[in-house]
């Protein structure tokens, strides 16, 4: 599998070669089958969406067919037997993030309609977060309103994505956020 890093949705319908064109020089992306979603592999994470965010600032035109950016610094490819437990297993390097927080999980998903159910998915790993910090002696808590970060899992057909978008990442670079 084609290892990304980096979720891009349209912004416009019919603009997609011309987002691919503009993010080229930043990367590697890839059209993938699902309409207004392109999936990348950037070097440096950090340095894409500083030069996103500034080009945006100083040219009216620039990256306008870009509607949102998600990182994702874990990936893997599933069945939908797999996929909670690899899920689980994925986000568990997140926990000593989310101890003593407010969160929440947000899994945005192309492909399986009504074989992944995201509010059930969304729920089962919310409460397996809950459950795993107070083994670990901590707490956490859900907020859909005010949350200092969100988990987002992002999934295209069978691979999956996930990120940790923090209250400051989104609000440093307003085009990285979940819906």
Same mark, same amino acid.
């Given at each position: 599998?084609?290892?990304?890093?980096?979720?891009?949705?349209?912004?416009?319908?019919? &603009?997609?070669?011309?987002?691919l064109?503009?993010?080229?020089?930043?990367?590697?992306?890839?059209?993938?089958?699902?309409?207004?979603?392109?999936?990348?592999?950037?070097?440096?994470?950090?340095? #894409?969406?500083?030069?996103?965010?500034?080009?945006?600032? &100083?040219?009216?035109?620039? #990256?306008?067919?870009?509607?949102?950016?998600?990182?994702?610094d874990?990936? #893997?490819?599933?069945d939908?037997?797999?996929?909670?437990?690899?899920?689980?297993?994925?986000?568990?390097?997140?926990?000593?993030?989310?101890?003593?927080?407010?969160?929440?999980?947000?899994?945005?998903?192309?492909?399986?309609?009504?074989?992944?159910?995201?509010?059930?998915?969304?729920?089962?790993?919310?409460?397996?977060?809950?459950?795993?910090?107070?083994?670990?002696?901590?707490?956490?808590?859900?907020?859909?309103?005010?949350?200092?970060?969100?988990?987002?899992?992002?999934?295209?057909?069978?691979?999956?994505?996930?990120? #940790?978008?923090?209250?400051?990442?989104?609000?440093?670079?307003?085009?990285?956020?979940?819906?």
């Amino acid at each position: 599998m084609w290892e990304f890093n980096v979720l891009v949705t349209m912004a416009q319908d019919g &603009r997609y070669r011309q987002m691919l064109e503009e993010l080229a020089p930043y990367g590697e992306f890839h059209k993938t089958e699902f309409h207004g979603v392109a999936l990348g592999r950037v070097p440096d994470m950090q340095q #894409f969406l500083e030069t996103v965010r500034q080009k945006r600032e &100083r040219e009216v035109i620039a #990256f306008q067919d870009v509607s949102r950016i998600v990182p994702l610094d874990k990936v #893997f490819t599933f069945d939908l037997d797999s996929f909670l437990p690899k899920a689980c297993k994925a986000i568990r390097p997140y926990l000593p993030q989310m101890c003593e927080h407010r969160f929440h999980v947000r899994l945005e998903r192309r492909g399986l309609k009504g074989e992944i159910v995201s509010p059930d998915v969304e729920q089962a790993l919310d409460n397996f977060i809950l459950d795993e910090l107070v083994d670990l002696g901590h707490t956490g808590q859900i907020d859909f309103d005010a949350p200092d970060a969100v988990l987002a899992i992002e999934t295209v057909g069978n691979r999956c994505g996930i990120g #940790f978008i923090t209250r400051e990442l989104s609000d440093l670079y307003p085009f990285v956020h979940v819906d």
